[in-house]
T-cell receptor, first 115, second 116 residues
């Protein structure tokens, strides 16, 4: 089974500052890793994914994440945040393979961007 | 592309009624659909996984007679909350997995269910 730990439940930052949201996972098999964003009263939107290949993954809205197999981490970063980035961010993992494997989510990190 | 439509977005009803939530993949075929429940300020809890044309697989602790799931076609899955009670009030989200390959799940916008 897989598990995901998001180390920070809340991250407050000022606008235009850099941010890193941390995610660690555990699994005995190869996995795919994802970051999703959730705005209030909405579903989840995919920010980026790691399936294979380059360990640095670029996503939408200027976010990127780096897969580190030795540290079993997949931290999300953005060099300069905007007020509109305020949302809940979820790291997720699933077993490698086809499309029908269930996702395991972390508990989420609330990013609050202050002016 | 890869849009999942979930309907209704908000429903309020009396205790004892049944509520049906629809989840449609608009521009792709979804061999597998997932239903989640999310409590305020918490993560998503997987309730069940459904594959087109077969019975859903429920997670431990989820009452299959309370939460009926149907996945009759490659583009539609429904969740029916039967005889709903106030404790069933929650935010329900569906997601769909595309046919073939290691593609990510696509999520609907969720349904806010409030039982009075």
């Amino acid at each position: 089974a897989q598990s995901v730990t998001q180390l920070d439940s809340q991250v407050p930052v000022f606008e235009e500052a850099p941010v890193e949201l941390r995610c660690n996972y555990s699994s005995s098999v190869s996995v795919y890793l994802f970051w999703y964003v959730q705005y209030p009263n909405q579903g989840l939107q995919l920010l980026l994914k790691y399936l294979s290949g380059s360990t640095l993954v670029k996503g939408i809205n200027g976010f990127e994440a780096e897969f580190n197999k030795s540290q079993t981490s997949f931290h999300l970063r953005k060099p300069s945040v905007h007020i509109s980035d305020t949302a809940e961010y979820f790291c997720a993992v699933r077993k490698g393979g086809g499309s029908n494997y269930k996702l395991t989510f972390g508990k989420g990190t609330l990013l609050t961007v202050n002016p | 592309g890869a849009v999942v439509s979930q309907h209704p977005s908000w429903v309020i009803c009396k205790s004892g009624t049944s509520v049906k939530i629809e989840c449609r993949s608009l521009d792709f075929q979804a061999t597998t659909m997932f239903w989640y429940r999310q409590f305020p300020k918490q993560s998503l809890m997987l309730m069940a996984t459904s594959n087109e044309g077969s019975k859903a697989t429920y997670e431990q602790g989820v009452e299959k007679d309370k939460f009926l799931i149907n996945h009759a076609s490659l583009t539609l899955s429904t969740l029916t909350v039967t005889s709903a009670h106030p404790e069933d009030s929650s935010f329900y989200i569906c997601s769909a997995g595309e046919r073939g390959g290691p593609r990510p799940q696509h999520f609907g916008d969720g349904t806010r269910l409030s039982i009075l």
